[in-house]
């Protein structure tokens, strides 16, 4: 993509599924989309699936803020007793798929027993918002543009969906608070370098110098050295051996937190220690990135092998949910939100990431494996882009065209009883596309990649906060 569209260096670093779009440009687009797949779908099967579409469409009442909430009772149906929901938006920078997650979680916490959201975002970085959601001090403004990675704290949605969290918490008649998380790999930014990925070693170490200086005293000399090199040049420019030392040195970390377990958590808080460790396991799951990342710097086109890179970090926020899953114990129930690539039970293929070698495993597939039917895919669908975002391409995203074709503007599609429904279950096992990042889609069979979709028949830009 042109540099005006999407930000420099995103092929590496912010992964592919996840790059970030300008939304103050609006030139000419030159990426390839991959041939429509309503093309290649005979027209009897995809109107069959139009109509038992039409008919089933559930109307979703608007959501403008966390507050208006009302109407979503047939959503909670669908909902059912899934312990999961993976909501997805088919891009980021979009105000609709994020208006509508933060008045899907106000319900599921609120009439569901949801417990926790966790987003697309770095994991070390969101202990600050953590903590502000469950009443801590700080700026919202100021902590949400550190404590969001890749620019999404400039989104306005954002930074309502951290108030009205806070203001539940902060509510005594609400005795089980609600959690705050980001899955995401930890240091991203919008460079692409992965600049800030020392938070994790930082963190880690300032927890053991603090609870335990003396017994983790060797563990913390082994990573000093690599502190201020632990970015993707920095680890591209390390020799074999020094890689080598790196790799045992984190790991000596993590052993640290595991041997002393029990005396780090007296000498500090449950909370505290989870939040630590996890910080060493995310400079683990950067390091695997690093390691498979291409040499050199990011550029904008992707590489055949580029492939590995989406993978491990799709392998790392598949590892983090679990991880959050197990915080909130037996009775918590977490929404997911992250870009519907990541989201869907599908490997990433077509569009511009046809060049790859090999279709990268997605965080959605881990998850199925690991939680089976506890967990509710949603992917968001949409059907035109509004002023200020790029023009979608005529013909991509046969998924979305045929829910547009429907005639409705707002609605949910539960698509699992279409499954054993004869006229449609061979259009939904066919290879479809679904729409992404405003100008490129990806190809699924929506059989398997996801449970239910939500459609808007337009989207329009995010609205950007205008505070420090």
């Given at each position: 993509m042109k540099a005006a569209i999407v930000t420099a260096g995103a092929r590496r670093g912010i992964g592919s599924i996840c790059r970030l779009i300008l939304l103050t440009a609006a030139i000419e687009l030159t990426v390839p989309v991959a041939a429509s797949a309503q093309e290649r779908t005979p027209p009897d099967q995809r109107d069959a699936f139009v109509t038992w579409a039409r008919q089933h469409a559930i109307p979703l009442p608007a959501c403008r803020s966390p507050s208006d909430a009302t109407g979503m009772d047939r959503l909670r149906a669908v909902v059912?007793?899934?312990?999961?929901?993976?909501?997805?938006?088919?891009?980021?920078?979009?105000?609709?798929?994020?208006?509508?997650?933060?008045?899907?979680?106000?319900?599921?916490?609120?009439?569901?027993?949801?417990?926790?959201?966790?987003?697309?975002?770095?994991?070390?970085?969101?202990?600050?918002?953590h903590d502000y959601a469950a009443g801590g001090p700080g700026d919202v403004q100021q902590l949400a543009r550190a404590g969001l990675t890749w620019g999404f704290g400039r989104f306005s949605e954002n930074i309502e969906l951290l108030e009205w969290i806070r203001r539940y918490n902060v509510d005594p008649a609400h005795k089980r608070k609600v959690n705050f998380y980001?899955?995401?790999?930890?240091?991203?930014?919008?460079?692409?370098?992965?600049?800030?990925?020392?938070?994790?070693?930082?963190?880690?170490?300032?927890?053991?110098?603090?609870?335990?200086?003396?017994?983790?005293?060797?563990?913390?000399?082994?990573?000093?050295?690599?502190?201020?090199?632990?970015?993707?040049?920095?680890?591209?420019?390390?020799?074999?051996?020094?890689?080598?030392?790196?790799?045992?040195?984190?790991?000596?970390?993590?052993?640290?937190?595991?041997?002393?377990?029990?005396?780090?958590?007296?000498?500090?808080?449950?909370?505290?220690?989870?939040?630590?460790?996890?910080?060493?396991?995310?400079?683990?799951?950067?390091?695997?990135?690093?390691?498979?990342?291409?040499?050199?710097?990011?550029?904008?086109?992707?590489?055949?092998?580029?492939?590995?890179?989406?993978?491990a970090r799709d392998a790392a926020m598949a590892d983090n949910v679990r991880w959050v899953v197990e915080r909130e114990g037996p009775a918590g129930r977490v929404l997911l939100f992250a870009h519907n690539g990541h989201i869907m039970n599908a490997p990433t293929r077509?569009?511009?990431?046809?060049?790859?070698?090999?279709?990268?495993?997605?965080?959605?597939?881990?998850?199925?494996?690991?939680?089976?039917?506890?967990?509710?895919?949603?992917?968001?669908?949409?059907?035109?882009?509004?002023?200020?975002?790029?023009?979608?391409?005529?013909?991509?995203?046969?998924?979305?065209?045929?829910?547009?074709?429907?005639?409705?503007?707002?609605?949910?599609?539960?698509t699992r009883p279409a499954r054993d429904a004869a006229s449609v279950a061979g259009w939904l096992v066919q290879t479809q596309s679904l729409r992404a990042n405003f100008t490129t889609e990806n190809l699924l069979s929506p059989g398997t990649a996801l449970d239910v979709v939500i459609f808007f028949d337009r989207l329009t830009p995010a609205k950007v906060s205008t505070g420090p």
């Amino acid at each position: 993509m042109k540099a005006a569209i999407v930000t420099a260096g995103a092929r590496r670093g912010i992964g592919s599924i996840c790059r970030l779009i300008l939304l103050t440009a609006a030139i000419e687009l030159t990426v390839p989309v991959a041939a429509s797949a309503q093309e290649r779908t005979p027209p009897d099967q995809r109107d069959a699936f139009v109509t038992w579409a039409r008919q089933h469409a559930i109307p979703l009442p608007a959501c403008r803020s966390p507050s208006d909430a009302t109407g979503m009772d047939r959503l909670r149906a669908v909902v059912s007793d899934a312990h999961v929901v993976a909501l997805g938006e088919p891009a980021h920078g979009a105000h609709e798929p994020l208006a509508f997650r933060n008045c899907l979680f106000r319900t599921l916490v609120e009439h569901g027993g949801f417990t926790a959201i966790a987003i697309e975002s770095g994991l070390s970085e969101s202990r600050r918002l953590h903590d502000y959601a469950a009443g801590g001090p700080g700026d919202v403004q100021q902590l949400a543009r550190a404590g969001l990675t890749w620019g999404f704290g400039r989104f306005s949605e954002n930074i309502e969906l951290l108030e009205w969290i806070r203001r539940y918490n902060v509510d005594p008649a609400h005795k089980r608070k609600v959690n705050f998380y980001g899955i995401d790999l930890s240091g991203g930014e919008r460079s692409g370098l992965w600049l800030n990925a020392g938070i994790t070693l930082r963190d880690s170490l300032a927890y053991l110098s603090r609870t335990s200086p003396r017994r983790s005293r060797r563990a913390r000399r082994a990573v000093a050295p690599f502190l201020d090199r632990f970015t993707q040049a920095g680890y591209t420019a390390l020799a074999p051996g020094e890689r080598t030392r790196l790799s045992v040195a984190i790991d000596g970390l993590i052993h640290v937190f595991d041997r002393n377990r029990s005396i780090l958590i007296a000498d500090a808080t449950q909370s505290d220690y989870d939040w630590a460790r996890r910080n060493a396991v995310a400079a683990r799951q950067l390091e695997t990135l690093f390691r498979v990342s291409p040499p050199g710097p990011p550029g904008e086109d992707l590489l055949p092998d580029d492939y590995k890179a989406d993978a491990a970090r799709d392998a790392a926020m598949a590892d983090n949910v679990r991880w959050v899953v197990e915080r909130e114990g037996p009775a918590g129930r977490v929404l997911l939100f992250a870009h519907n690539g990541h989201i869907m039970n599908a490997p990433t293929r077509g569009g511009i990431w046809s060049v790859y070698a090999r279709a990268p495993m997605m965080m959605g597939q881990h998850l199925r494996a690991a939680l089976g039917k506890d967990l509710l895919v949603i992917p968001i669908s949409g059907g035109s882009n509004g002023p200020g975002l790029p023009p979608a391409r005529p013909g991509s995203g046969s998924l979305d065209a045929a829910l547009a074709a429907t005639g409705r503007d707002y609605f949910l599609l539960d698509t699992r009883p279409a499954r054993d429904a004869a006229s449609v279950a061979g259009w939904l096992v066919q290879t479809q596309s679904l729409r992404a990042n405003f100008t490129t889609e990806n190809l699924l069979s929506p059989g398997t990649a996801l449970d239910v979709v939500i459609f808007f028949d337009r989207l329009t830009p995010a609205k950007v906060s205008t505070g420090p």
